[in-house]
């Protein structure tokens, strides 16, 4: 006990406070760290680096932020990084002025299930609209039309390859990418509901910016260094996931999609994360159940992450 209050004085001089003794010893037995991705290896300062439509040109593109700060502003549920990045720049762009033409009806909040979310707006002629932004994959699910040029076409298989071609070109890039729809002319008065959210519109994409920290890859050598595995365990698409942590110099041979996850038995799932360094697309359950197969193969395997949906991870890790 005295030897593990050293360690916990020792670590309060590098501000780390541990409420739990037993930690300490959890610190020197750990052989694997699975680390979130957003705020944890980058900067966590987010800062919207583009909008284009939904055909990659970049005409009147500011139709497309006015869009996304209806849905940010007018949302009433937890506003994240991308949110406060798109306030703040149609803050400094002096556009929020656009929102006095508009009141908000309805929404249909965010979950990690469909990872997108809607507001329902009507303008002063009473027109309504519902506005949807969200993941790229999981918003081309929910719409049956694209704009090209100022036309509304059909999202034939075609216009859907380009689309995602747009988003991983800027993906590969290392911008996380959110795609933007909406639906006019709407019968329903109010409780809108997830089902609500289909036969929409792609209008276009948000690019956003978060750079690796400049400390990221010396404290993973350091790890590497004492014998510590580094592990990728996050929410965003692999081609995002997998731009950053080749940056910090994580290998990135194996990239395990948490689809690709949810497809295995449970021998598969086992043989799988032990070789996997990088998982992307995974679930807030799924972070939960990675770490727990890791630790049923007599590993002691700690979690680092700072958002709402890490906080099973934590718990479940042996140190979080």
Do not use: W
Request: charged fraction near 25%.
């Amino acid at each position: 006990t005295v030897n593990l209050s050293k360690g916990a004085v020792a670590m309060s001089r590098k501000k780390t406070i541990v409420k739990d003794l037993n930690a300490i010893q959890n610190f020197g037995a750990m052989n694997i760290l699975c680390t979130d991705k957003t705020g944890t290896l980058t900067c966590d300062q987010i800062v919207l680096e583009k909008y284009i439509n939904a055909d990659g040109t970049s005409d009147n593109s500011r139709r497309i932020l006015r869009h996304a700060y209806f849905n940010s502003f007018f949302q009433t549920g937890l506003k994240n990084l991308m949110d406060k990045a798109i306030l703040s720049h149609v803050r400094e762009l002096e556009m929020e002025s656009v929102r006095e033409s508009y009141k908000k009806v309805d929404e249909i909040p965010f979950d990690f299930t469909r990872r997108r979310m809607s507001v329902v707006v009507e303008d002063v002629s009473g027109k309504r609209q519902i506005i949807t932004k969200g993941a790229v994959e999981e918003m081309m699910q929910i719409c049956s039309h694209t704009e090209v040029g100022n036309c509304v076409v059909p999202f034939t298989p075609e216009l859907r390859v380009k689309a995602y071609e747009i988003s991983k070109r800027m993906n590969r890039q290392g911008l996380r990418v959110l795609a933007v729809a909406h639906k006019s002319f709407l019968s329903k008065e109010n409780n809108f509901a997830v089902e609500d959210e289909s036969g929409m519109v792609l209008i276009g994409f948000l690019a956003f910016l978060d750079p690796p920290k400049q400390s990221a890859a010396g404290a993973i050598r350091q790890l590497h260094a004492h014998g510590i595995e580094v592990k990728v365990v996050s929410g965003d698409n692999d081609a995002v996931v997998r731009t950053i942590s080749r940056q910090v110099g994580i290998d990135t041979a194996n990239v395990l999609t948490g689809a690709e996850l949810s497809a295995m038995n449970d021998e598969e799932k086992r043989e799988a994360v032990a070789r996997t360094r990088v998982f992307a697309k995974v679930t807030p359950m799924q972070k939960t159940e990675i770490i727990a197969l890791l630790q049923t193969q007599g590993n002691t395997v700690g979690f680092l992450g700072d958002g709402i949906n890490d906080a099973a991870a934590l718990r479940q890790s042996d140190i979080g």
